[in-house]
């Protein structure tokens, strides 16, 4: 019968040490025991790691044994919710046009995602992994912009926030931190010199060039609020693509003003990798047990 192992992790805030502040984002823990949630309610054998126990290593680690336990048919679900970042590009792989590689805020430091596609090398041919990601990428955002209503005298809006780390404050933190991650990028074999054959696909908060948000008093995230509601507690039906065409459609008609009244949107991304498995595509989305019908 096939298994499936789940990895959950939410950033209420990071290492302030390495980072320069903590990035303080209250809905992500949530967002992180939701996904666990559904989860569990799937048959999946769970790991939630919570702010100070989401390290890089800790992360290694629990894919690293995902990788020796899951074989063709098995099933990996990892979801992230935190901040995004990115760091200067050292093999070129982000091609002309980015000259960054995004991350991950982790507690103790940006995970690279080129560390991720080095991970995913070492999952059997077979094995599906559906990854969801609540955050940003790319992109700099120097303040949180505030929502503005219309025909309102009042001063004191709650600010919405922006899910990433912005290129100054990037830079800040690589600069900081620099011989780490130098050595870090030494010891790193390139992605192209091994093969990915599992079959992932990712379903992301946004766009490359977009933001994941945080709203006011809001108990999740955007991304994942949608997320959550059009999964109904497992009322759902449908494939894992009609899934995400809908919480795009949902998150996507969210508009929100900054303090110069430019409208911003959030526009969630699909995208595969690795092995092509149509029946993954037309599977229902979280299920250990099913292959679609092709």
Not at 59 to 67: F, T, W
Request: hydrophobic residues 35%; contains cysteine.
């Amino acid at each position: 019968m096939s298994k499936g192992i789940s990895i959950h992790i939410g950033m209420h805030h990071y290492d302030s040490e390495h980072y320069g502040d903590e990035g303080l984002l209250e809905t992500c823990e949530q967002d992180a025991m939701d996904m666990r949630d559904i989860a569990d309610s799937q048959n999946f054998d769970s790991t939630l790691l919570l702010t100070e126990e989401a390290t890089c290593d800790k992360l290694i680690e629990k894919l690293r044994l995902a990788s020796r336990t899951l074989v063709a048919g098995d099933m990996l679900f990892f979801s992230y919710s935190g901040h995004g970042g990115s760091v200067p590009d050292r093999d070129g792989d982000e091609g002309a046009d980015d000259y960054a590689d995004e991350t991950m805020c982790l507690y103790d430091r940006q995970f690279i995602d080129d560390e991720l596609a080095q991970l995913w090398t070492l999952f059997d041919e077979g094995v599906r992994i559906l990854v969801v990601s609540d955050s940003c990428h790319s992109g700099t955002v120097t303040k949180a912009p505030k929502i503005k209503k219309e025909d309102s005298d009042e001063d004191d809006i709650p600010a919405f926030k922006v899910k990433t780390l912005s290129y100054r404050k990037a830079l800040e933190v690589y600069r900081k931190n620099k011989t780490a991650y130098e050595e870090l990028f030494e010891n790193m074999l390139p992605v192209d010199k091994k093969e990915i054959k599992a079959s992932i696909k990712l379903i992301a908060g946004c766009q490359d060039d977009e933001f994941s948000f945080v709203l006011p008093y809001a108990q999740n995230s955007l991304f994942t609020d949608k997320l959550n509601k059009i999964w109904d507690s497992g009322q759902f039906v449908g494939t894992t693509d009609e899934f995400f065409e809908q919480i795009k459609e949902a998150v996507s008609s969210v508009e929100l003003k900054d303090e110069y009244g430019k409208i911003l949107t959030q526009t969630p991304n699909l995208y595969t990798i690795g092995k092509e498995d149509p029946e993954f595509d037309s599977q229902r989305p979280f299920g250990i047990y099913e292959r679609g019908l092709i």
